[in-house]
């Protein structure tokens, strides 16, 4: 366990669904971010979160919304999916520069 | 803008050997260079850092880093390799400094250890 919890572990959505990923860390970190890592891609900064505030979007598309309600807590609101965004989805946590960032396990999303 | 290459997709080394794996960034200023691993199906896993100060570093599971500045890399090695060690290999630089950046990741480094 490295502090920052991500559920589910897996997920199967079609492309009509709408589902949520949960990222929660107790680490005391101001800073939250979504990654997005496809095969044969390198890791793809999603969204950004400083102190709940977004501070950056890394041009994803609005089929994607993330939520910080407090900085512990970071979801991915997740509708009308396409299979090529069928990918493992990390979050991370952080608290300044020098700590470097924390991962979660990720959650392994697949798009049917 | 910041970048940062890892030239090789997939490195075998035997158990026992040498390892050392090729970071090089492009940056203005001096940067923060991080090295993560990550075992399939988890999250990544922070093995050592830098900032400033002694161009070596050591981290976790047995690893070392060196900053060489007059060649913008900042290579992973370790001793003697355990199959353990099987993982991908993430070299990572802070886009900018100040109290808060942004992790930019290259693409990866897989190793794969033989008996």
């Known amino acids: 366990e490295t502090g920052v919890t991500q559920t589910p572990r897996h997920l199967v959505m079609g492309m009509t669904n709408k589902k949520s990923l949960k990222c929660e860390q107790h680490?005391?970190?101001?800073?939250m971010y979504w990654y997005k890592q496809s095969a044969k891609k390198p890791l793809e900064l999603m969204f950004v979160?400083?102190?709940?505030?977004?501070?950056e979007n890394n041009s994803v598309p609005s089929r994607f919304s993330p939520e910080c309600p407090n900085s512990s807590h970071l979801f991915l609101h997740l509708h009308t999916l396409q299979p090529e965004d069928s990918a493992l989805y990390l979050c991370?946590?952080?608290?300044?520069?020098?700590?470097?960032?924390?991962f979660g396990s990720g959650t392994r999303l697949t798009v049917v | 803008a910041q970048s940062v290459t890892q030239p090789d997709i997939h490195i075998t080394v035997s158990e026992g050997a040498s390892l050392e794996l090729r970071c090089n960034y492009s940056?203005?200023?001096?940067?923060?260079l991080f090295w993560y691993v990550q075992s399939p199906g988890q999250g990544l896993q922070l093995l050592l850092k830098?900032?400033?100060?002694?161009?070596l570093v050591q981290g976790i599971k047995g690893f070392e880093a060196e900053f060489k500045r007059s060649q913008s890399s900042f290579n992973l090695r370790k001793p003697s390799v355990h199959w353990s060690d099987a993982a991908e290999y993430f070299c990572?630089?802070?886009?900018?400094?100040?109290?808060?950046?942004?992790?930019?990741f290259g693409k990866g480094t897989k190793l794969s250890v033989k008996p």
């Open positions: 991370a946590s952080s608290q300044g520069l020098t700590d470097g960032y924390t």
């Open positions: 940056y203005g200023a001096t940067p923060y």
């Open positions: 990572a630089v802070v886009t900018y400094g100040g109290s808060q950046g942004n992790l930019i």
């Open positions: 680490l005391g970190h101001n800073a």
């Open positions: 830098y900032f400033s100060g002694d161009t």
């Open positions: 979160y400083n102190f709940k505030e977004q501070t």
